[in-house]
């Protein structure tokens, strides 16, 4: 399901949001890992319970679980098959907001990075995935030619414009 899913959803060149609602169990949350913002209502809970059948999760959540929170919760949270809070999530750093008014909220996020530089957004994804894929150094490499495309954009024209002549922030973007 790597294939089909989760490097996929990885590969996009946009922002991906998950907002979990409440039980956020087994492929769910494998699938929340491959996102790249996790918002989460206080009622969620989130585990990968598949050692209670005698199996591990085979969709990237162990690797990923323990990008985010270290290798240690993730072993802990695999092997026990334990559910967690939205609470603990967040202060593990695997979601990355907890919020009341989750739909609101996770809209509000989504319209935000929409409008936004889209095509930074994506070149922030190639530089963190190169991290992902070979550390700092590999990540070093890639930087100067991902970002220095972007210095060719009408955004960056129009957005360092913009900056100039009204100040920080009231960019428009086109993804050009």
Known sequence: LFEQIIHPLEALPCPVV????GLTLTAA?????ACDIILAAPKAKFGLVETVVGLTPSMGGPQ??????GS????EFVMTGDLYP???MAEWGVVNAVHEDLETEARALVTRLADGPTRAHA??????EAWRSGGVAHADSVT???SGELFATADLRGAVRSFLDIGPGKATY???
């Open 123 to 128: 070149a922030t994804k190639q530089i963190i």
């Open 174 to 176: 086109r993804g050009e």
């Open 72 to 75: 240690g919760r993730a072993r």
């Open 29 to 33: 949350f494998e699938i929340s890992l």
């Open 64 to 69: 990923r679980l323990a990008e985010r929170a």
């Open 86 to 88: 939205a609470a603990t």
């Open 144 to 146: 100067p030619e991902v």
């Open 18 to 21: 998950f907002a979990a609602h």
